[in-house]
């Protein structure tokens, strides 16, 4: 079972302004967006006589992942991060 705490996708963005911009957005709307999508898919699927298969671990394939950083970028003194939390 995947334990449920609480883990968040950031980014931050540095650069020439006084202070950075940090955005968080909680990992569980990413997933629950991931899960309306996934629904829709199947759905649609079954509609046409279809059978499609998705592991059901797979939505929640990011909740696993120690804290990391996923993009890291630095043009012209402007750096953005992008990480799991």
Same mark, same amino acid.
């Given at each position: 079972?995947?334990?449920?705490?609480?883990?968040?996708?950031?980014?931050?963005?540095? *650069?020439?302004?006084? &202070?950075?911009?940090?955005?968080?957005?909680?990992?569980? %709307?990413?997933?629950? *967006? &991931?899960?309306?999508v996934l629904f829709l898919?199947?759905?649609? %699927? &079954?509609?046409?006589?279809?059978?499609?298969?998705?592991p059901p671990g797979a939505?929640? %394939?990011?909740?696993? &992942?120690?804290?990391?950083?996923?993009?890291?970028?630095?043009?012209?003194?402007? *750096?953005?991060?992008? *990480?799991?939390?």
């Amino acid at each position: 079972m995947i334990p449920l705490r609480p883990r968040f996708l950031y980014l931050r963005v540095r *650069g020439p302004f006084p &202070l950075p911009l940090f955005l968080a957005l909680p990992l569980l %709307a990413l997933e629950w *967006g &991931l899960l309306l999508v996934l629904f829709l898919h199947k759905t649609r %699927a &079954l509609l046409r006589g279809k059978a499609l298969r998705t592991p059901p671990g797979a939505v929640f %394939a990011l909740r696993r &992942l120690p804290p990391l950083v996923l993009l890291e970028l630095e043009v012209e003194r402007i *750096g953005v991060k992008v *990480g799991v939390w």
